[in-house]
């Protein structure tokens, strides 16, 4: 069965920095898609930034310029450098895998979260 572990949260003050981790442990035939999530307390889970197997990389609009996704594919890990960081970006953070099996089937593995707390 595949996990995801996440690391890095904490609290910071406003314009700081922290770098988000993701490793994967179990059998995983291909991760297509790592991406990372956010949800702040009252909002829905959005979308903060994924990177493809191919190297193709999304931002939400209002992180990018600040925050910056890289994988490491023989680790099966994923990072998120946040940087100049905002009270709200405040929320918890999610990681996603998007996989393919070795039957070819598709399937999605979550991380637990990691709450980042930025003070202003």
């Known amino acids: 069965q595949v996990q995801l572990v996440e690391s890095g949260g904490g609290l910071v003050q406003a314009g700081g920095s922290l770098r988000l981790s993701c490793a994967a442990s179990?059998?995983?035939?291909?991760?297509?898609?790592m991406g990372w999530y956010r949800q702040a307390p009252g909002k829905q889970r959005e979308l903060v930034a994924h990177?493809?197997?191919?190297?193709?990389?999304n931002y939400l609009d209002s992180v990018n310029g600040r925050f910056t996704i890289s994988r490491d594919n023989a680790k099966s890990t994923v990072f998120l450098q946040m940087n100049s960081l905002k009270p709200e970006d405040t929320a918890v953070y999610y990681c996603?895998?998007?996989?393919?099996?070795?039957?070819?089937?598709?399937?999605?593995?979550w991380g637990q979260g990691t709450l980042v707390n930025v003070s202003a």
């Open positions: 179990g059998n995983i035939f291909r991760i297509n898609v």
């Open positions: 996603k895998f998007e996989c393919t099996s070795r039957y070819y089937r598709s399937y999605e593995v």
């Open positions: 990177v493809t197997s191919g190297g193709t990389i």
